[in-house]
Each structure stands twice: as C-alpha cells, then as structure tokens.
C-alpha cells in the first residue's frame, strides 16, 4: 500500500470514529463516505451543517469528502473552520498536515503536524507527518528523528520503516536504509520490494 492509499485507509478509520458520535443527517453522509460516494456525502453534510453549522464532527467529515474528491481547497477550509471550535483536535490537525503535504505546501503541512505532536497523547501518525514534511523540506536529521519517534511508538508501522529506509539510503547509510526497507516489506509495505531490488542487493 503506498503513501496515498494508506493515508485515505487511516483517514477512513478516524471518519468513522468521528461517526460514531454524530446523529441525524449526519450518518446518512456517513453512510455515503463508507460507499466512496463522496458528492451525496457531502450534500448530507451540507443540510446537517445548515442547522449546526459549527459541529466539528460533521465539518471534519465533510472537508474528507472533498478531500476524496480530490477538491483540496474546501477540504482546508472544512478543516480551518473545525479548528476553529476545537483547536486541539489532533485528528483535524493531521489532516490538514495531509491536506497540505498533498499541494506540496510542506511547510504548512509541517506546521500542523507540529502542533498535533505537541498535544499529549498525540498518535504515532503525528510523528510521521511531521517526519514527511521536514523530509521534503531536506531537514534529514530532523526527519529521521520524527520517523524514528513514530517507529518507536508503533513498532508495525511499515510505512515509517519504508520512508526512514529511502531517507538513510540517501544520506550514505546504505546498510541501515535496507535493514528498514526489509523490515516495511515484511510488513506488507509492497513498495519496499522495488526499492529493495534497485539499492539493496
């Protein structure tokens, strides 16, 4: 599973955590999410935030959405406004780190991520954005120690072990890269095997 693909599966997992605890109109977009029926989950978003226009949960789901639409410019917004009323919230703080890495505005995307590791409790995911940021902005140390940090917390995360993997391979720590991208393809991290084959035999 690459990059794009296991961010839309994490991102799906917190639409449905963030689902369980909204009513009314609001599960009938939920419903249309989970189908990838993502314009008739936003126009049930829409008529549930005419009347609670300010429900984190439903303007969270909605800025996904669009977000699946491919429609990023609304999908920050959807965000920005949730932050409004919960600036807290690490799962819209991810997203809009992951909103913003996608325009390849790293540093915003590194900026949201900053504020999301910060808040206690912050998940391993939060580690990661912000690794993804400052490896596309050539911090490499930095880098490395957010992967590091996400790897730490989560041992299975084959996506850290595959970024921290390329990130070592390109600083001339050849060995170290390949331990890792061995250790994400026995994760299930297919897009290892490539780069396996190309540096690591």
Not at 83 to 108: P, T
Not at 153 to 169: E, S, T, V, W
Request: hydrophobic share 40%; with cysteine; proline share 1%.
């Amino acid at each position: 599973m690459d990059f794009k693909n296991w961010i839309a599966a994490f991102s799906m997992l917190l639409v449905v955590s963030f689902s369980a605890c909204t009513g009314g109109g609001a599960k009938e977009g939920d419903g249309y999410f989970a189908d990838g029926n993502y314009e008739k989950a936003i126009g049930a978003y829409d008529k549930f935030l005419t009347n609670d226009p300010k429900n984190v949960k439903v303007l969270y789901n909605r800025g996904r959405s669009y977000e699946e639409l491919g429609d990023f410019a609304n999908a920050e917004k959807d965000f920005l406004k949730a932050l409004e009323s919960d600036s807290k919230n690490i799962q819209v703080l991810m997203s809009l780190s992951n909103v913003y890495q996608k325009q390849k505005n790293h540093s915003a995307a590194l900026l949201y991520a900053d504020y999301a590791v910060e808040i206690p409790g912050a998940p391993a995911m939060a580690y990661f954005l912000k690794g993804r940021a400052l490896h596309q902005l050539g911090n490499t140390d930095e880098a490395l120690r957010e992967y590091s940090a996400a790897i730490k917390m989560d041992k299975d995360f084959g996506q850290a072990f595959y970024y921290r993997g390329l990130l070592k391979i390109a600083t001339k720590s050849k060995k170290s890269g390949c331990e890792d991208l061995n250790l994400a393809l026995k994760m299930n991290f297919e897009a290892a095997k490539e780069v396996i084959e190309k540096y690591c035999q």
